[in-house]
């Protein structure tokens, strides 16, 4: 099994800034691509942000020039520093990995969410 913990969520004032976090641990051969998506209720579930194995980013429209997504690969973690924050930014945070669990087997799995929460 492959679990994903995020952590780092909470209420922010617009105008203010966040990091998440996400640590990845079980049984895990390679991880390849890591990423943060979001959620409001009664919508799909959109891309934030997602950084490969080697290093490359891609970024939401919407996002891009606040967020950044970085990874330390020696603790399987991925962040995501959130600055700049507006109130349409406010959604449940999702982390996901995508990667191997032995060189045959492969897995994408999701963390539990995190809320964010932007208001004065």
């Known amino acids: 099994q492959v679990q994903l913990v995020e952590s780092g969520g909470g209420l922010v004032q617009p105008g203010g800034s966040l990091r998440l976090s996400c640590a990845v641990s079980g049984s895990i051969f390679r991880i390849n691509d890591m990423g943060w998506y979001r959620q409001a209720p009664g919508k799909e579930r959109e891309l934030v942000a997602v950084?490969?194995?080697?290093?490359?980013?891609n970024y939401a429209d919407s996002v891009k020039g606040r967020f950044t997504i970085s990874r330390d690969n020696a603790k399987n973690t991925v962040y995501l520093q959130m600055n700049s924050l507006k109130p349409d930014d406010a959604d449940v945070y999702y982390c996901?990995?995508?990667?191997?669990?032995?060189?045959?087997?492969?897995?994408?799995?999701w963390g539990q969410g995190t809320q964010v929460t932007v208001s004065s």
């Open positions: 996901n990995a995508r990667g191997l669990r032995t060189r045959f087997v492969d897995f994408d799995s």
């Open positions: 950084i490969t194995g080697g290093g490359s980013t």
